[in-house]
């Protein structure tokens, strides 16, 4: 299963709205063929991994790191594909959130006389699919919130200076991060202050969103996100009191925009991140800044937050990674699943116990 998951996780960042599944063809101990589901309207990994192992298939094992899907949507139900080969014995790593699936392979795979074995490396399976999940369940993304600070939790100095806090290990991850979401969201200021190009370097055919907050309509047209090869996936979000004419100046560009909803301290994210899922954005990476981190955390819109803290202080007049007052009672808790040496840096994922 963890081959499946690694073939898995060439999908990441591709699939949506689709999962990233990973499969293998297995008979005694021996590789016959693996599969990975690169894009949704293509073929599943299952099928795949069949086609792989060819005549070898039957009488072996399959192991898949989500349970084979029962039902004709944009491509035919893995559970015949996988009678129809011969398969033995299926291994499943986890169950589709998908309602429409949600467990029933498991009957109609043990009625055509195959064996199968459910909850393998459940953990590190589900963590594949979380963002797929998570649209599946609430229909919206899920937001990991990225944050490089210095050890007193400074994303800058008192000037705006930033660059860099975090050493080349810590900026390597997070290209690592950027290849494995839909789309990349960064606060305004930070579009203004720093025109950053929001793209993975090596990109490695990755082109993940840019998701530009833009209220006002007043961002420089100059900018990257709205200038460079990639403007093509830059989604530009327009609040109500952005001019009239803010539509046609993107249009030529070839910019995406949407107008959405606000509310006298800022975009209704709220309202907003269900739209995104809509267009397929099903997980994305915000970098900053202090407000759009604060907004998001006291919505209860973050699902983790990858901290990079790196040993440098910059002292009380530095911007603040979470640019808000926040009471004792209601500050978000949070719990530590990973944590690591990168350099001279610290890197460690949490989870917000309440969301
Ligand atoms: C699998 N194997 O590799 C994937 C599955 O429209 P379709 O036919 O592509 O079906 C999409 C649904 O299939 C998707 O919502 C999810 O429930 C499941 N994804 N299932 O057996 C795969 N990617
Ligand atoms: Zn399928």
């Known amino acids: 299963?963890?081959?499946?998951?690694?073939?898995?996780?060439?999908?990441?960042?591709?699939?949506?709205?689709?999962?990233a599944v990973?499969?293998?063809?297995?008979?005694?101990?021996?590789?016959?063929?693996?599969?990975?589901?690169?894009?949704?309207?293509?073929?599943?990994?299952?099928p795949?991994?069949?086609?792989?192992?060819?005549?070898?298939?039957?009488?072996?094992?399959?192991?898949?790191?989500?349970?084979p899907c029962c039902t004709h949507g944009k491509t035919p139900p893995c559970t015949e594909a996988i009678k129809a080969a011969g398969i033995r014995r299926v291994f499943i790593g986890c169950t589709d959130p998908n309602p429409a699936h949600?467990?029933?392979?498991?009957?109609?795979?043990?009625?055509?006389?195959?064996?199968?074995?459910?909850?393998?490396?459940?953990?590190?399976?589900?963590?594949?699919?979380?963002?797929?999940?998570?649209v599946q369940r609430t229909g919206i993304p899920y937001v990991s919130l990225k944050l490089a600070t210095s050890l007193d939790g400074r994303i800058a100095?008192?000037?705006?200076?930033?660059?860099?806090?975090?050493?080349?290990?810590?900026?390597?991850?997070?290209?690592a991060f950027r290849r494995e979401v839909d789309a990349i969201l960064v606060g305004t200021e930070t579009l203004r202050r720093d025109n950053p190009s929001l793209q993975p370097r090596p990109a490695e055919g990755h082109r993940p969103w840019r998701i530009v907050p833009d209220r006002t309509g007043s961002l420089p047209l100059t900018l990257k996100v709205f200038s460079d090869e990639?403007?093509?996936?830059?989604?530009?979000?327009?609040?109500?009191?952005?001019?009239?004419?803010?539509?046609?100046?993107?249009?030529?560009?070839?910019?995406?925009?949407?107008?959405?909803?606000?509310?006298?301290?800022?975009?209704?994210?709220?309202?907003?991140?269900?739209?995104?899922?809509?267009?397929?954005m099903h997980h994305i990476l915000c970098e900053g800044g202090g407000k759009l981190s604060a907004d998001l955390l006291s919505l209860r819109l973050v699902q983790e937050i990858l901290w990079f803290q790196a040993p440098m202080l910059l002292g009380q007049g530095g911007r603040p990674a979470i640019a808000a007052d926040i009471l004792f009672a209601e500050a978000p808790r949070l719990r530590r699943t990973a944590f690591e040496a990168l350099g001279d840096d610290l890197f460690a994922r949490y989870l917000p116990t309440s969301s």
């Open 1 to 19: 299963m963890r081959l499946a998951v690694e073939e898995a996780r060439k999908g990441l960042g591709f699939t949506a709205p689709n999962p």
């Open 48 to 67: 795949l991994a069949l086609r792989d192992a060819g005549e070898a298939a039957r009488g072996a094992d399959l192991h898949v790191t989500l349970e």
């Open 157 to 175: 100095d008192a000037a705006g200076t930033s660059r860099w806090i975090t050493g080349p290990e810590s900026r390597e991850r997070v290209q």
């Open 230 to 280: 990639n403007r093509d996936r830059t989604l530009c979000l327009l609040g109500p009191e952005a001019p009239a004419d803010r539509e046609q100046a993107l249009d030529p560009a070839g910019v995406a925009w949407m107008r959405v909803p606000a509310g006298p301290e800022g975009l209704l994210w709220a309202e907003i991140l269900p739209e995104l899922a809509k267009r397929s």
């Open 102 to 134: 949600a467990g029933r392979a498991y009957a109609i795979l043990r009625e055509a006389g195959i064996e199968v074995f459910e909850e393998i490396l459940s953990g590190t399976c589900q963590e594949l699919l979380r963002a797929f999940a998570r």
């Open 22 to 46: 990973g499969a293998l063809v297995v008979k005694d101990d021996h590789l016959l063929g693996k599969g990975w589901h690169a894009k949704a309207g293509q073929p599943h990994a299952e």
